[in-house]
């Protein structure tokens, strides 16, 4: 079995050197001719999985180890018969924790003593939103959630959902829905000049979707425009070539890194080394926890003078602090523009080691219950 896979997915060898002999090319330039002789294809985001890729070559299942499908043409692999999976779910928890520490800051910069008097619209409530909708519930935001293809599917029956607007009324509003480019709920440009207009200064706007949710031109015209709105980018049209002007006009600015913990990275290669067993009738007894390192930071500890959110900001951002990765965004940015491609996905391949919360125990001493809620909230593994 022959198994053609982008080098950057984690743990190719101990995942799926078992099932075939494994050939890695770099994600971003594969070509028909890497693939040509492959049975298994497993790629990330960054590949384009088509039938100019695949016509013609041996590939019966591709894997992608990723949430995001919208670079593979699911259509065209149905119609050709092709086994296809996606990772769902498998990074959701890191990029709610990017968003949580994007929001810690931004409370802070605005002198907020305590961050849940902001109230957060969801837009997209999958497993990233869903998951941040909970996190946030219990921390006590006032959440609005916007999904409009679960709203119709789950009518009266499920959660309580708002439209757009409302959504954007709020005082950050993060996107966490798929690219579309097709149907009634399109995602393609979904915030264009009109949406972008209705944001203030007073208001947070995140993107950790995709680039092209976000039309660049209107935003960066909004972002020239009077009372513009703070914005958090994680993700940009045309990756890796990124609009330098965008990148100087933007709060924090990260290579599209949200869902780069090692546990979502590494449960990306798990989910798709089972469903690729399932296909094969091969048993699947590999677990990501058994390749997780210890962490290098396992356990911090609070006193009753612990103040709770100077404390939980420091916890947060001892996992994971995106002013790190902008000023290195930045500095890759400020290369040569024909450097600057190459330097954003150098910054990806070589991303360090970044652990989610729950790899921290966090001791309190004598802390007030409230703290210990907010800790476990946050998804911190207490130590009493
Ligand atoms: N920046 C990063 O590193 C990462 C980015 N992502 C992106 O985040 C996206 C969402 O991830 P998940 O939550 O896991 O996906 P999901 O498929 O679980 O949820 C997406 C939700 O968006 C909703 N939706 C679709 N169209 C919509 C619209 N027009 N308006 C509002 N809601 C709409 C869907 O109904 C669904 O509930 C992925 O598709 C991927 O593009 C995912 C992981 C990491
Ligand atoms: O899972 C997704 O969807 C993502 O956006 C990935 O985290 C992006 O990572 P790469 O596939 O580009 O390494």
Known sequence: MRIVADENIPLLESFFGDIGEIRPVSGRTMSAADVQNADILLVRSVTRVNQALLEGSRVRFVG??????????????????????AAPGCNANSVVEYVLSVISLHAEKRGMADWSKLSVGIVGAG??????????????????LCDPPRAEREG??????????????????????PLTREGEHATLHMF?????????????????????????????????????????????????????????????????????????????SEVVY?????????PARKKAG??????????????????????????????????QDDARMRLAMALPPED???AFDRLRRDYPVRREFSSLKIQLKGTSKSMQDTFRALGFKLKL
């Open 127 to 144: 497993n990233v939103g869903g998951e941040l909708a909970h996190k946030l519930d219990r921390l006590g935001f006032n959440v609005r």
């Open 290 to 323: 058994q390749f997780l390192p210890e962490p290098a930071l396992s356990k911090l500890s609070f006193t009753s003078a612990a103040e709770e959110m100077a404390s939980a900001n420091i916890a947060i951002r001892s996992c994971y602090d995106p002013r």
């Open 192 to 268: 264009g000049q009109e949406r972008l207009s209705s944001l203030t200064e007073d208001q947070l706007l995140i993107n950790t979707s995709r680039g092209e949710v976000i039309e660049t031109s209107s935003l960066l015209a909004r972002l020239e425009a009077p009372n513009a709105p703070t914005v958090v980018l994680d993700v940009f049209e045309h990756e890796p070539r990124v609009n330098a002007e965008l990148v100087e006009k933007v709060w924090l600015v990260t290579p599209h890194i949200a869902g780069y913990s090692l546990e979502g990275k590494v449960q990306g």
């Open 64 to 85: 992608t180890c990723t949430i995001g499908t919208d670079h593979v043409d699911l259509k065209w692999l149905e119609s050709s018969g092709i086994a296809f999976s």
């Open 340 to 342: 600057r491609a190459q």
């Open 156 to 177: 009266d029956e499920g959660e309580e959902f708002v439209s757009l607007d409302e959504a954007m009324a709020c005082d950050v509003v993060t996107l966490h829905t």
């Open 274 to 282: 089972q469903a690729l067993s399932r296909y094969m009738g091969l």
